[in-house]
């Protein structure tokens, strides 16, 4: 593993000539000054001097040599519809829709909340506040009315942009009438919402004066060009509320040459994306993953990029697969939870599709348990490649970086330190750095590479207070993950910090022993969480999904507690292992350790807003009280 080793050192010993490099990857309307200016630890700016601009580097940059390419290809398995733009007509539709933005008042640095499904029209508006400079928030779809005035109060937009309505599982999704509850309990709404009809809602309401219809205005602008904003580098290019754990979300906010850079980057280095080829990415445009690969990653690599809008499983398991063969995608991109839903269905629907177009899967977001990453490994014949990164690094921050070195695979580990990251593993008692397979928090040395959060969001003090303040002596910016080392370097993520229980003076990962239960052939996924114990302080409590119906609820449970005795230690035995047909989920495929907790403890669940599917949530408590009856 030299030759990748030999290129992270370098990023760290020689970081400025090694970001200049990498920076000739986007273009520059005026070439920077300074590669780095970190005179204000741990704000670092990126290319000082520099003026690029994200939507030129997505769009207009690649019109010279593949105006006639499709660049996005949107698939619905909802609606039942495909449309794709080329580069030239996805030019022309950002363009027409920055000169709508434009008419509606929108000027460099205000804030557009886009609150909208995954159709191709989200992508031009984040594109078109891309191209004048505009600060663009995009709120997950899922999000309640609540949580949606929460961003706006936060980010004050001048502008919303909403469509009537979005499809989940063939039922409509009402977007408009959220957007008007949220306008309503919002202390700052902005004067205008601009709607998309997607003839989901025929009753939507309309509120004049306020309301814009998509459609009309877009009539009056066609043709319409609206030249890129140049802009510095460390300009604001938008922000992405964290979907929070506890009270007021964070606004992550991102610059405009550092983030440019470092997706053009990864695309080359670490997915290995050639212009011409296609990307499928699983994500949402709400979540960060859909807005650094979804749009603008694959895109400024010149790319096709592929916007799907549906779930894994409609009309049948073999969809997502049946997308890669029609579209020859070369890069895969998904969630470990989705591979997990796959594995319980028909092995079958993986062979039916060619997918040999297929060079490698990522998958992110989450712990990947070993057995899922070699079942998915092993049914599609091509590496898959865990990676780790939050919303606020906005790439990757462990991941194998094939571009330059095809270092193996080892199961259950996102390999290793992406170059630009100074990774260590800090113990929490002292600070002092771990040894090999010492379990301790996943920490970066600042100043974080190109590409990651700027700060938060108008609040300069909390970004150094919630991010940078673990340490007394050290100032170091915390993952809040606890993970290890192997003696090979390979690095495991073994969950929060914040998720770790406390067992008879034990400390255990709550992912430590879902891997263990997940080791019984019989369970397919599953949520450990500690719950209070007024002998040992906390003990673990397993729910688990099996793979097939549970005759014997009392026989598997024994059996599993034996297999993580067998890993871990009776110490790690759960309480009891209750055995559920789907797990408490956020949309983007986490599981909601901490609902499942506060039900256990006899506590309120929290915020439910973006549960995926509350029948989860009803098990558990069933299950519970299934537990506490007299036997
Ligand atoms: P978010 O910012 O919502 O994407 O969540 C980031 C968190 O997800 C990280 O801090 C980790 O706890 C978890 N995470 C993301 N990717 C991985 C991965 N590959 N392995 C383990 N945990 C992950």
């Known amino acids: 593993m030299g030759n990748y080793r030999d290129f992270h050192r370098r990023s760290i010993e020689q970081r400025d000539d090694f970001w200049a490099e990498q920076a000739k990857l986007v273009d520059w309307h005026k070439p920077f000054g300074k590669v780095l200016d970190y005179s204000r630890p741990p704000f670092a700016k990126w290319f000082i001097g520099g003026e690029t601009n994200l939507c030129h580097n997505a769009i207009d940059r690649h019109l010279a040599a593949r105006a006639e390419q499709k660049a996005l290809v949107y698939i619905s398995t909802e609606v039942d519809q495909e449309r794709s733009y080329t580069f030239r007509e996805l030019h022309q539709e950002v363009q027409r829709v920055a000169a709508m933005m434009q008419s ?8 557009v909340i886009i609150y ?3 159709i191709p029209e989200a992508a031009f ?4 506040c891309a191209r004048i400079g505009a600060i663009h928030s995009v709120v997950f779809g899922g999000f309640a009315a609540a949580s949606l005035a929460a961003r706006i109060d936060d980010a004050r937009p001048s502008l919303m942009i909403t469509a009537d309505g979005g499809s989940r599982m063939g039922k409509a999704v009402l977007y408009k009438s959220l957007v008007d509850e949220s306008l309503r309990l919002a202390k700052n709404p902005p004067a205008k919402v601009l709607i998309y009809r997607r003839g989901l809602d025929p009753t939507m309401p309309v509120v004049a004066g306020r309301d814009v219809d998509w459609q009309a205005l877009a009539a009056r602008h066609a043709g319409a060009q609206v030249p890129c904003a140049w802009l510095e580098s460390s300009e604001p290019s938008y922000i992405l509320y964290t979907s929070g754990t506890t009270g007021q979300p964070k606004g992550v906010q991102r610059d405009v040459g550092g983030y440019a850079v470092a997706l053009a980057s990864s695309m080359k280095l670490i997915y290995r994306g050639e212009a011409g080829e296609t990307m499928f990415t699983t994500s949402d445009i709400g979540w960060v ?17 592929i916007m799907y809008e549906g779930v894994p499983i409609r009309p049948d398991a073999g969809i997502w697969w049946k997308i890669v063969q029609e579209h020859k995608a070369s890069v895969m991109f998904s969630a470990p939870t989705a591979i997990r839903v ?3 269905q028909d092995p079958a629907f993986l062979k039916k599709y060619d997918v040999s177009s297929l060079k490698h899967l990522f998958l992110a977001g989450e712990p990947l348990d070993e057995p899922t990453h070699v079942w998915i490994s092993e049914a599609l014949g091509i590496p898959v490649i865990d990676h780790y990164w939050q919303t606020e690094t906005g790439w990757p921050i462990l991941s194998a970086v094939p571009g330059i070195e095809k270092t193996p695979i080892k199961f259950g580990s996102p390999s290793f330190p992406v170059y630009g990251y100074e990774l260590k593993l800090l113990r929490e008692s002292d600070a002092a750095e ?3 397979n010492e379990k301790a928090l996943v920490a970066i040395v600042p100043p974080l590479p190109p590409g990651c959060m700027t700060t938060v969001w108008g609040d300069d003090e909390r970004y150094v207070k919630t991010y940078y303040s673990t340490f007394s002596k050290k100032q170091v910016y915390s993952t809040f993950d606890w993970g290890i080392r192997d003696k090979d370097g390979y690095y495991f993520i073994l969950g929060r910090t914040d998720d770790v229980i406390n067992v008879a003076g ?3 990962g709550t992912r430590e022993i879902e891997e263990a239960v997940s080791m019984h052939p019989a369970i397919a996924e599953c949520a450990v969480v500690g719950v209070a114990d007024p002998l040992k ?3 673990p409590l397993a729910f688990a999904v099996a793979k097939a119906a549970v005759d014997d609820r009392k026989k598997l449970e024994k059996e599993v507690m034996d297999t993580v005795d067998k890993q871990l230690g009776a110490i790690a035995r759960p309480r009891a292992v209750h055995f559920v047909t789907l797990l408490p989920k956020t949309r983007s495929g986490k599981t909601l350790r901490r609902s499942i907790q506060a039900l256990a403890e006899g506590r309120d669940p929290g915020d439910l807003t973006t549960i995926e599917d509350p029948a989860a949530l009803e098990q558990i408590r069933n299950a519970l009280k299934e537990e506490s009856a007299p036997k």
């Open 116 to 118: 909208m499904p995954m």
């Open 434 to 436: 771990a040894a090999p």
């Open 342 to 344: 796959l594995k319980k």
């Open 506 to 508: 034990h400390r255990l």
């Open 125 to 128: 508006a984040i594109l078109a």
């Open 289 to 305: 993953v859909g807005h650094s690969y979804i749009i603008y990653g694959p895109l400024i690599a010149g790319m096709t990029t």
């Open 537 to 539: 302080g906390q003990m």
């Open 104 to 111: 509606l008042g929108v000027k460099k640095g205000d804030r």
